[in-house]
């Protein structure tokens, strides 16, 4: 077989063929960690576990850093200290295969006892060698190698002969900035979309009552007066669509027909434009804007319909039919923190119209104070979805790359 190959995707000016070479060549040593029992970080020195790598994206976590219970001024514990171009590899149990390059960034940093350092010559780049852990050839060559008769696992000596692509330095380093610049932007993305969940989760425990409270702890400007407690049951009822048979549907066809395992995501069951448009016209069918809510599985979960054709399953999939005394967009976030009536605390998956009925939910005095707090959550939503949308195409984008400007 001919060792020399080229990636699909490239950068211009570049045209050296690629070869494989062992991880043990292009190192100058492949070490285990040390062994010591951490203790809580001491804000000065830190110590990597195998716990400390990302599961999702192998990003290392840097609060996550703690420090053993060692004596630090002794020399031997010099040799554990991470440098530039170390790249980590777990060795055992369920993160192995997990990998960590050190950032001169992060500090001073010692690795543990689980971990295998392999430091890479300084003719190599460690984020080039590091990007390859994230393909689907390095994942494959990590299941094969960690099967054991017991727990998985991979030493020293069966990392080193990890093949990796190689090409000229300099086209290592223009690959290496390039998938460092999508990481930080994922990263920068990542942390603005927590930071935005957080706000939210803080912004919907303050701006409606406590239970015994009558006024929220923030407020919109503007409004003013006591909030009212009420029963779902007194501003509405609970509508679902007509029952439809199994033999009533296909795989195929012109209106897609939501059961509770779809729900919220792609329909796998369709019905007939006659069909839908008989019972459309006959029987209750959700208006714009009402919020379709599951009453069983994950119940409590909520799609905003917003006039596109489609039907859902009877009694799983339900909304609450109101007067002008509701706005549609306060009730959705409601819904986030409600507590339903007879199941908190218990095994119940099933909500039923009953539980709907008899739940309580805090009204300010005004809908158009409600309206207010529904689009204010609505923005935040928005941002929220702006990122998930923004992150998921930036992983898209590198899982493609990963697969293209590789060997």
């Known amino acids: 077989m001919n060792n020399f190959k080229i990636p699909k995707i490239r950068f211009m000016n570049f045209n050296d063929k690629w070869k494989y070479k062992i991880l043990g060549e292009i190192s100058s040593s492949i070490e285990y960690g040390l062994n010591a029992s951490a203790k809580d970080f001491d804000g000065i020195h830190k110590y990597l576990r195998i716990t400390d790598i990302d599961d999702s994206s192998r990003l290392f976590l840097t609060d996550k850093l703690s420090s053993p219970d060692v004596n630090f001024t002794e020399e031997n514990y010099e ?16 993160s192995v295969g997990k990998t960590y390059l050190y950032r001169e960034s992060d500090g001073e940093v010692y690795y543990a006892g689980f971990l295998i350092r392999a430091r890479l010559h300084d003719s190599y780049d460690g984020n080039f060698v590091f990007q390859q852990t994230l393909t689907d050839k390095y994942k494959q060559f990590t299941e094969i190698t960690s099967q054991r008769s017991g727990q998985p696992g991979i030493n020293g000596k069966e990392y080193g002969n990890w093949k990796i692509g190689m090409t000229s330095y300099s086209e290592q380093s223009a690959i290496g900035s390039l998938f460092r610049t999508l990481d930080d932007l994922l990263a920068s993305y990542k942390e603005n979309l927590a930071n935005y969940q957080s706000l939210k989760a803080t912004m919907l425990s303050k701006m409606f009552p406590k239970v015994g409270q009558t006024v929220p702890e923030i407020r919109l400007e503007g409004f003013e007066g006591e909030w009212e407690e009420k029963k779902l ?82 009694s799983n999939i339900v909304w609450l039919k109101h007067d002008q005394q509701l706005d549609n967009s306060y009730l959705k976030q409601y819904y986030g923190i409600i507590k339903w009536s007879g199941i908190e605390g218990t095994t119940i998956k099933r909500l039923y119209n009953k539980n709907i009925l008899e739940t309580n939910i805090f009204l300010p005095p005004s809908v158009v104070e409600q309206r207010a707090i529904g689009t204010y959550f609505s923005n935040l939503d928005n941002l929220i979805n702006s990122y998930q949308e923004k992150i998921s195409h930036l992983e898209t984008l590198k899982k493609k790359l990963l697969q293209d400007m590789f060997i």
């Not at 040799?79 to 369920?94: I, W």
């Not at 994950?298 to 596109?308: F, K, L, P």
């Open 233 to 314: 049951g007194s501003l509405g009822s609970v509508a679902m669509n007509k029952r439809i048979f199994k033999d009533e549907t296909s795989e195929y066809g012109d209106i897609p027909f939501y059961k509770i395992g779809t729900f919220g995501g792609t329909a796998d069951s369709f019905i007939t434009k006659e069909k839908f448009k008989e019972y459309k016209e006959k029987y209750p069918y959700p208006e714009i804007g009402d919020i379709l809510i599951s009453a069983s599985g994950s119940i409590g979960r909520t799609v905003v319909y917003n006039g596109e054709d489609a039907y859902y399953q009877d």
């Open 79 to 94: 040799n554990y200290k991470l440098q530039k171009n170390d790249l980590l590899f777990a060795r055992t149990g369920a």
